[in-house]
């Protein structure tokens, strides 16, 4: 808890610019967040009526520990209120996505453009037979295409499986032979720091068992398939969506059917597909989107996640769509061409909301302050951070160089589980580096220990949510017993697995995970899932993979590693474990360091314990081991 300790010293306030509290969504925080709690019902409900539905609900929530339904009974397509809402409001020729790429080539799409690609694709993936209820994986770039297919699924009701195309061929696999997709929609490749990655080939080996997988929808973005190679399941993405009538009028779904599952990762080596359900999920995104990024008409917002996370899902494609603004999608790296690119995106297109993440700019910051300083950040008024504790080192760099003091700054917490945004400071009220702050309109935080006590002020205790909330995961795909673990680790509670402190002013401050997740450039990993892939090489016995920290990444992996008989310890070796992993996982999931050892430190029930591991490696405390076998 050492560097906990150090961050918990930090307690300057950085209060907003006047213009920005005079115009923004969200004036007074204070009374918005107590009327919320006061009735929480009523406080989603008017947000709900901003939107429009099909039928209205009977009840705001049917709560039935640890189930909940929200909205019961409405009738409504996150689709309608993203695209068709604008269209009809007079928003047709407005721009809806801007799709940049490292080269500076852009595509920009209308929401009367976007509508028709929707609806196209929709038709077209129903006349290849999917239909409601169906589940498609979508291993796309992080372009305009990856939205399209989202929002076709969306629209007929087809429960979309996106997956990172980061992920190789093994994780790949994992995740569509869990959903049981019926389709693939993919590209040929993605292009990153100037070259093609192959995607199509990837998804071919990973269904090569995968009986159940009719169809591969592909994107052919060079052209460069004849059509002879269209086989019998192969089908043109473009081609589908040209032959394909514009009419699509969008499926009436119910507000708890299910929209999409992602996958995420828990404690075992197999990810948990997060299920997230239509009308809580629209409502509480649209709402976030609104007040946290203070999104306003004309506003140009970027998100640099990538639609592969559920950063992407949520505030790429669904939060901003529903609130109709305009947003950029970049398929690239940070620092390719040049480690400035972003900032001359935000230049070029005047961006007022930005949206990154901790290890990019703790990456970006190691460039130098002359790089921003070159460009106009000046429209920036809002600049958002996610996906891992920003240190305070990093959030002053944000706040100095590219928000030269004139934008707010918003450390969101949230996660795959949440859907949306459960703890920051809304625009308004003053920050403070290194703490996300306060809970969002609706939600209940606390900061307790194993039993449920509450801890003490500035007390590191494990971080729970004590009320459902309408964009909360509804279940594990098919294991509702791992999602019924969130609410019983600690009864009467959602457990997040983060550990946290909460100070006296109320301001939350998350130091990182409790379990067995790393949490590298911000993207969770489990060490378990990590392991296994080494595994995979022959010439392994056995592996335990920890976290250790890193400037950049937050964490680093380094991996101890058992080799089977008859196997030598070489620098050869290691190469040839992490090209294992990459070809498993994908190269985020590689370790940065590997140990050969002989031996592992394990339980009696002979769980490895990753805890010894870390402590020595860090020269640490080792704590207790009474349960360590020898
Ligand atoms: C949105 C997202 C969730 C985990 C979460 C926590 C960490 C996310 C954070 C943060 C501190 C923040 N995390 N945002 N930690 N401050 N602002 O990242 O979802 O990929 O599911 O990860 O990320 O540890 O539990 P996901």
């Known amino acids: 808890m050492e560097k906990a300790d150090l961050l918990l010293k930090v307690d300057e306030k950085y209060y907003p610019p006047k213009e920005i509290v005079e115009n923004a969504w969200v004036k007074d925080y204070e009374s918005l967040y107590k009327k919320s709690i006061e009735n929480r019902e009523a406080f989603y409900e008017e947000i709900a009526n901003e939107l429009e539905w099909f039928q209205k609900w009977d009840k705001v929530l049917e709560w039935n520990y640890p189930y909940a339904k929200w909205f019961v009974n409405a009738k409504t397509n996150i689709t309608y209120n993203c695209i068709d809402r604008h269209v009809k409001n007079g928003k047709r020729n407005k721009v809806a996505f801007i799709s940049v790429d490292e080269e500076g080539n852009e595509r920009k799409v209308t929401y009367g453009e976007l509508l028709d690609l929707v609806s196209r694709l929709a038709n077209g993936l129903k006349s290849l037979g999917i239909k409601k209820g169906d589940r498609v994986s979508i291993y796309m770039p992080n372009t305009v295409e990856a939205a399209i297919a989202m929002l076709a699924c969306a629209r007929i009701g087809a429960i979309h499986s996106v997956v990172f195309a980061g992920f190789s061929e093994g994780a790949l696999k994992i995740r569509i032979d869990d959903a049981k997709a019926k389709a693939v929609i993919t590209a040929t490749y993605t292009k990153r720091r100037g070259k093609k990655i192959p995607l199509f080939p990837t998804v071919k080996e990973a269904i090569r068992d995968l009986d159940f997988v009719e169809k591969i929808i592909l994107w052919d973005r060079d052209n460069e398939l004849s059509d002879e190679y269209e086989e019998h399941n192969v089908v043109d993405f473009y081609k589908l969506i040209k032959n394909s009538s514009k009419d699509c009028p969008p499926e009436i779904q119910d507000a708890e059917d299910p929209l999409f599952i992602l996958y995420t990762s828990g404690t075992t080596g197999k990810p948990k597909g997060v299920l997230h359900t239509t009308g809580g999920y629209m409502v509480n995104t649209y709402m976030t989107s609104k007040y946290v990024f203070d999104l306003k008409e004309n506003d140009i917002y970027w998100c640099t996640a990538d639609v592969g996370w559920i950063t992407g899902h949520s505030y790429i494609v669904y939060g901003p769509l529903a609130n109709g603004v305009t947003s950029i999608m970049m398929e690239g790296v940070p620092v390719y061409p040049h480690p400035g690119i972003w900032w001359e995106y935000v230049e070029k297109y005047g961006v007022n909301v930005f949206y990154t993440a901790p290890t990019a700019i703790r ?17 920036l008024k809002v600049l958002g951070s ?14 100095k160089n590219i928000g030269r003091g004139k934008a707010v700054i918003v450390d969101t917490w949230w996660q795959t589980e949440t859907g949306a945004h459960m703890i920051t400071t809304v625009p308004s009220y003053p ?16 900061v307790v220990d194993k039993q449920g006590n509450p801890m003490p002020p500035n007390q590191v205790g494990h971080l729970v949510i004590k009320n459902p909330w309408p964009s909360m995961l509804r279940t594990c795909w098919g294991e509702p017993e791992r999602y019924e673990k969130y609410w019983n680790e600690i009864p009467g509670y959602y457990s997040a ?91 985020i999931a590689v370790p940065d360091e590997i140990e050969f050892v002989d031996k592992l430190p394990k339980t009696r029930s002979g769980k490895i314990m990753r805890r010894l591991l870390k402590a020595r490696e860090l020269g640490l405390e080792i704590g207790d081991t009474s349960t360590l076998e020898e």
Request: glycine residues 10%.
């Open 497 to 587: 697995g983060d550990l946290a402190a909460i100070d006296e002013e109320g301001y939350v401050m998350v130091v990182g995970r409790a379990d067995d997740v790393l949490s590298v450039a911000g993207h969770r990993i489990g060490t378990a899932e990590v392991e296994s892939a080494i595994v995979e090489n022959h010439a392994v016995a056995e592996a335990a993979v920890i976290g250790k920290p890193n400037e950049i990444k937050g964490e680093s992996i380094k991996a101890f590693v058992i080799l089977k008989e008859g196997y030598e310890p070489s620098e050869e070796l290691k190469e040839r474990i992490k090209d294992t992993v990459r070809d498993v996982l994908g190269p």
């Open 386 to 399: 996610v996906g891992e504790p920003i240190n305070p080192e990093a959030w002053l760099w944000y706040y």
């Open 431 to 446: 920050a403070k580096p290194g703490k996300a702050g306060k809970p969002m309109f609706g939600i209940e935080v606390a």
């Open 363 to 379: 990456m970006l910051m190691r460039f130098g302050d002359d790089i921003p300083a070159k460009y106009d950040l000046s429209t």
